[in-house]
Each structure stands twice: as C-alpha cells, then as structure tokens.
C-alpha cells in the first residue's frame, strides 16, 4: 500500500478506527467548555468580593507582557533544574495539544480523506510533545518525592496530578499503537519517522492473532484513553487542583500591576470606608486573584530573608493562609467552595492574630524579593502593608518600635531620635545654595534623613556634594525646610502620616522652583520619583549613581587615583529591584583606576535585602540570624576588602554587621569611593 493510499481512506478501517474519537471529541468538548465557563464564573464571583481596583487601562501592554511571561518561561528558567522541569511539561503539552487538536479536526472535516502532512505533522508534533512532558513528569516525580526540597509541600492532589497523568501519556502512545495496528497490516515504513513511539509499539502488535487484532478495535472503540484523558480535564476545571494555575496564572499575569513596583496603592481619606485590610473582603479583587493564582512553588520563600534568617515569615504560607482564609469566608455565600475541613459550627477567625500572625506582619523588609522570584507575579508586598495600614491606622497595638519611630516622624520630621546633628549643620564651610523662592538652582541634592542626622552617612553626603562641585553641577539643599519623604511611615502603614508629610514637601519644592532633583537615598528616590506622582508632585529624579555614571561618560570627573582594592557591590532592593538601576554603579567602579571588583552570589535581580526596609532600621531584630550579618557573609566569600553600597540604610546596616561580627571589611558608598579617586576629600576646602 502506498503512503496516500493509509491516508485517503483505501483502507476500509479507517473510518471505524477513526470514527469513535472523533465523536467522543465533538460531544466531550462543549461539556469541558461548560464546566470551564462554570468554574471561572465562580472564580469570579469570588473575587468580586473584594475591593474595586484601578481600572484596566494599557490591554495591548498587558497582553504582550502575559504572553511574554508565559510562553517566554523567563522567570520560570531562573532556577535550572526546576526551570527545565516545567519547561518540558508547559512546551511539551503545548506541543500535544496541538498535535492531537489538528489531528482531530481534520478528520472532522474529511473523514475518509485528511490531508496526508497536515496528519503527518500533527502525529510527530504529539509524539515529541507527550515524550517532553514523560521527561518533564519524570524530572518532577524526582524532585518531589526523592530530592524533596524544604519549600515545596506535598499533597495528595499533587500525587493524583502526577500519576494521572504520567499514566494517560504512557496510555496515549498505546492507544496510538493499537490505532495504527487496527488499519491494517502493510502500513508504511516512512511512518517511523511520524511517530517514533507508536510506531514500534503498534508492530508488536502486529504480531498478534488475527483473533487478537480483532479485539485491538474494541479496545480502541471503548475509548480507554480518551474518556480518562476528558475526565482529568474536567477535574482540573472543576476542583481546587493546583493544575487550575495554567489558566489562572495567564490571568494574573495579565491583570498584574503595571505601576512602578513599590508605589503603594493610595488610600483617599475622604472617601474610604476601610483603612488596609483588616478583613479578608478589604483586599483588593485582584489581590483576591493572587491568593487563587498561587502554585505553591515556594520560590519566594526560598528568596525570603526573613524566612532564610529563621524569622516567622514564609511568603508562601501567608499566602497559602490567606488563601484557605478566603475559602472559609466565602463559604456561607458560595456553597461548595470548602477546600480544606470545616466545623459545623466554626468560630469566626480574625485576620490578624489567626491567620497572619504579628511576627509573620512585621518580619516583612518589603524587599519584594518574593515578587521578582514568582513565576505568576502574586504582589505579595501590598497585602502586608494593607494590613500594617489597618493596624496603624485604627489604633492597634503596634510594635515599641514602629511606634517610637513614627512619633519621632510626627513631632521632628525625621525618625532618628536623640541625633546631635541638623538637617544643614553639614554644610559648614562647603559654600552651598540653601535654597528658597528667592535663591533657586538646577538641581536640588536631596540629602534626606540619614544623610543629614547620623554621621557615618553624613560623610557620603559631604563626598557627593564635593564631586557635584567638581563636576560643575550647580545645585543647593533645602536645609531645614527639608523633612523626611515620608517612606519609612508609609512602609510601616501609616498612609496618613506618608501623604502630610509629601504634601508638605511637595509644596517646599514647588516653592522653590524645584525642577531637577537628585538622592543618594533609594528610598527618598522611591517616594520622589514614584509615590509623590500619586500627590501631584512631578519632578525629573535621579539617584546619585545615575548621574556620577553620566559625568564620568561626559568627563566632567576624572579618577585619576588608584585604588588597589577589591570591592563587592550590594544592590540595594529598592535601587535595584524596585527601579532596575544595576548597572550606574558598577559602571562607576569600573572607572576607578586599580580597582578590582566581585560579585555576590546573590546579585541584581536576585540581591539579598541588607534587612534595613520596611521600617527595619528602626526595629530591634531578635529572632533568628540578623539579615545583615547574613549579608556580610556573602560578602566575605568574594575576599574582597570593601562592600560597595549605593544607600544610606544599607550603609548603617554593614556598619552594624561588621562590628557585631569585628569583621575586617570595610563599607562604602560608591560616591565615596568616586571622591577618594578623583582626590576630592575632607581635607580639600573650597
């Protein structure tokens, strides 16, 4: 027989052989869509629930971002065994979809007559699909049940998924088999190359009696891997199964926040019934979505430093918490919803207290580590701070620290208490603007609160304002009229006191005249450039990294001064991972002559927070290994002798570290270093 001749129907079983899954595909399909359609609509119900968010706004954006992230797998292949793991099985069933979808409906179009490479293509294409996603299930059983990594969790429906389907896929190559063995015998040869599993196994089966062969089409008619294969669809539609992240991550993907990672929602006092989340139904719709996109893939607590250095935090378990939380809320008002067992008559549990316990709250340094690492981008980040906000702001009992911090905010305007410094008393004998309406400049050098009120950091802020009189820069300061940005208080929950405090100074800027602005802090750069938007306050901001690079590049610095060390560069978390600044600093020490540079093993995207976010440089750390110390660790296994940073916070936090540990580094910020080796110093006055 010819190869046209399988395919054009000369065979009299192909009809009969094909016939049955054809039918089954047509009748099955319109009840998966409706149980589909069922489970979302229910899904959706539940999330409106919550707060109205912003409106969608940028649809094309958001769809070319989803399918990015989807199809691109790029955050998914971070880590490289988990990571080709799932890319086996993603682009694998990808593949087997499309084989067997095409190959279906091309017999529904022409039964006795489907066009030879359309079927041909679809074969090898599910064939090599299903061999991926054997190989991926494989590297899977392995790492769960073997390996057994601390962050993943394993439950039974993760046991059912995997077995499932792993058997499904070995039946799919069977029955394939048994197809092609029930058209007949004198199949040809060139078929190997279309179906190199199925093929061989549907020689054996040649082999058989004709008695037998004759029982291969009533096998095959009883649809063995067809209806299980429609009946696991249908309980990945239906059931809580983690499988339900394949559709319910495109949606949070594409839902995702677009503004800048780290600007917090506002909160108008003039209208909001609900300061932060003190219930579950105060959460925002799409930070309902997060908790049902939530794969418990543990990447974000493997990233955590308050999980890593021993603290009460795990990301993922107060999001799986959340979660099950949401289940139990919503089951008076959806029945059916019960994911985990229920009392007959439960007690009511409160937010905070039963389902987020305290430590869990405020162990967070918002470092948004655990939103950069997940692979379905849930924002952990914000949930934390809505209920940080609900306690703050309804008068809840609040850490000693947090407290003193913001009361020292309310009444001096800064949160170190006790300092023997002012806000301009660095200025003395450097000849700089102090300005006001009547005395402006281009630039205003942001000093902030740290870089003006506690002394190490005081000396980056005299090298900063020396390398920006070298490069010609004309600028001035604030002086007192300067107060705190504000980021500390809003980290913490106190939107209140966040949006006086940027009213206030949004008015001194504009006063002022204020149009350029430039900060060697990542956290006043956050609030300026990103969060004062929020408040009508547009300026044009630059962290001091930005703008060193760019006077070195346009030779208004010259290093000329070697210097014979070797420095570690520390991202910052909100320099780096919350404004993607990675590489003004490391272009910086590139420059300096003699200096040799080292990367931590965590770096960039994937830096380990100093511990000193969200409020932190300002609460006593007494569980677990302190984050900085931890830092400092890492630091040392490059065997370099300076820890370059780029922030206030991070600077106090290695001084902290390298005397509780009588560690040889050093710290500096990188504007030091610049100072030293274009010989602008202390002892050089103007």
Known sequence: MSPEGFWTGQNANITEVFLPIVTAFLVLLPVLLALFALGLSRRYRLWRLGRPGPPLDRVWLRLTLALAAVFGQRRVLRELYPGLMHFLIFWGSLLLILGKM?????????????????????????????????????????????????????????????????????????????????????????????????????????????????????????????????????????????????????????????????????IDFETAQTYGAGGIGDFQQKQLMDLDACTR????????????????????????????????????????????????????????????????????????????????????????????RHQVLTGQKLLDSVQNTLRNMEIRGNPWRGTEFTRDGWTKGLQIKNLSPSCQAEWLYWVGCTGSLVERNIQVTIALARIMKAAGIDFGVLGAAEVCCGDPARRVGHELQFQLMAKQNIETLKSCGVKKIITHCPHCFESLKNEYLQLGGEFEVFHHTEMISRWLEENKLTPSKAIDRAVTYHDSCYLG??????????????????????????????????????????????????????????????????????????????????????????????????????????????
């Open 102 to 266: 095409t190959r279906v409906f091309s017999l529904a179009v022409e039964m006795t007559s489907p066009p030879r490479s359309i079927f041909l293509y679809a074969s090898w294409t599910s064939e090599i699909g299903g061999a991926m996603v054997i190989l991926g299930t494989g590297m899977a059983v392995y790492r769960r049940y073997i390996a057994r990594p601390s962050r993943l969790d394993t439950k039974p429906d993760d046991t059912l998924i995997l077995l499932w389907g792993f058997l499904l896929l070995l039946s799919g190559y069977w029955v394939k088999g048994y197809r092609i063995a029930a058209s007949g015998a004198g199949i040809p040869s060139d078929w190997m190359a279309w179906a190199p599993i199925s093929f061989p196994l549907s020689q054996l089966l040649l082999t058989f009696s004709d008695e037998a062969k004759s029982e291969l089409l009533l096998w095959h008619r009883t649809l063995i891997h067809a209806l299980p294969a429609f009946l696991f669809l249908a309980y990945f539609t239906l059931s809580r199964s983690r499988l339900q992240h394949i559709w319910l991550s495109v949606l949070n993907v594409f839902f995702r926040s677009l503004r800048t990672k780290g600007a917090l929602p506002l």
């Open 297 to 388: 893939c543990g990447r974000c607590q493997d990233n955590c430093p308050a999980h890593l250095s021993g603290k009460s935090l795990s990301p993922k378990k107060m999001i799986q918490n959340l979660k099950a939380h949401m289940m139990e809320w919503s089951f008076p008002l959806f029945g059916g919803w019960r994911s985990v067992p229920m009392p007959s008559n439960p007690a009511p549990r409160q937010l905070l207290g039963d389902i987020v316990s305290r430590e869990e709250l405020w162990d967070c340094t918002t470092c948004g580590a655990c939103e950069e690492s997940c692979p379905v981008f849930v924002e952990q980040v914000d949930k934390n701070i809505d209920m940080r």
């Open 577 to 686: 991972r919350y404004n993607a600044i990675y590489d003004p600093p490391r272009k910086i020490l590139k420059k300096i002559p003699g200096l040799k540079t080292a990367e931590m093993s965590s770096s960039r995207e994937g830096s380990f927070c100093c511990g000193g976010g969200g409020g932190h440089a300002w609460m006593e750390e007494n569980t677990g290994t302190r984050i900085n110390q931890m830092r400092l660790e890492q630091a040392t296994l490059t065997n370099a002798q300076v820890i370059g940073v780029a922030c206030p916070f991070c600077l106090q936090m290695f001084e902290d570290a390298i005397k509780g540990m009588e560690s040889p580094l050093q710290a500096k910020d990188v504007a030091e270093l610049v100072a030293e080796a274009i010989h602008v110093n202390e002892s050089k006055t103007d």
